[in-house]
């Protein structure tokens, strides 16, 4: 694995647990001191990186997502956060952050409910096949990164406001995920709870939730 795949794991596996002021000397650490030394050396790199109270109680957990994020498929990393060697912070955390519309926000709500409706592995299933015909949606590279970041990390800033075409796809890419693992029986009762949970709060956006289907 090169330098860049392996920094991409390391970030994938940190971020859910380190805000912007924490992975950035987290990040500069690993590349100049851990980078070349085998997967035992986790540990330690873990044990220096958890300098608060509240990370040394789930150092565990950290150490299992670093792990796991070496052993996933390229496609589930997050994209490559550049070298972070010397820097105190990664300066583009936040910076563009979106306020979203009501079909962009209704579409995140209706998908999470969706994910949070099967069990862990599936979800997993599910976002990978995403995932993998994202480029039938034609986005831009950018756009495209962004939201494979979110798909991955749901942590992550929500990259812009999507036409509803796009949106309708991606809906459309997470029923044929579920009918495959569960049958169109399932998936539609499945499809019919989560759009029902998310009424109410389409109701109060002024959003027509079906228009999403």
């Known amino acids: 694995m090169d330098l860049v795949l392996k920094r991409r794991a390391i970030y994938t596996g940190l971020k859910p647990f380190l805000n912007a002021t924490e ?3 987290a990040l500069s650490l690993w590349e100049t001191e851990f980078s070349s030394k085998p997967n035992y050396a986790l540990a330690s790199f873990v ?6 109270d509240e990370l040394r109680r789930i150092r565990t957990q950290i150490l299992s997502a670093l792990i ?22 990664m300066s583009d955390e936040g910076t563009n952050k979106v ?38 949606l034609k986005l831009s590279s ?17 990259p812009c406001n999507f036409e509803l075409a ?23 009762r ?3 709870q989560a759009t029902h949970a998310v009424e109410a709060e389409a109701i109060q956006l002024q959003f027509n939730l079906h228009d999403l289907l």
Not at 77 to 86: A, T
Not at 109 to 126: F, G, P
Not at 142 to 154: G, M, P, V
């Open 190 to 192: 499945l499809l019919s």
């Open 142 to 158: 950018e756009h495209a990164s962004s939201l494979k970041d979110w798909f991955i990390n749901r942590n992550a800033l929500f």
């Open 166 to 188: 796009t949106l309708q796809k991606l809906i459309n890419l997470n029923y044929i995920a579920l009918c495959e693992y569960y049958g169109p029986v399932k998936a539609d």
């Open 47 to 52: 044990t220096r990186c958890c300098i608060s």
């Open 23 to 25: 992975i950035a000397p």
């Open 68 to 89: 796991a994020a070496l052993e996933s498929p390229e496609a589930l990393l997050l994209s490559d956060p550049g070298s972070q060697v010397g820097k105190l912070t």
């Open 99 to 136: 306020v979203l519309d009501a079909k962009n926000s209704i579409f995140i709500a209706l998908s999470t409910r969706l994910w949070t409706a099967v069990d862990e592995m599936t979800e997993k299933s599910i976002i990978d096949f995403i995932l993998r015909n994202l480029a039938h």
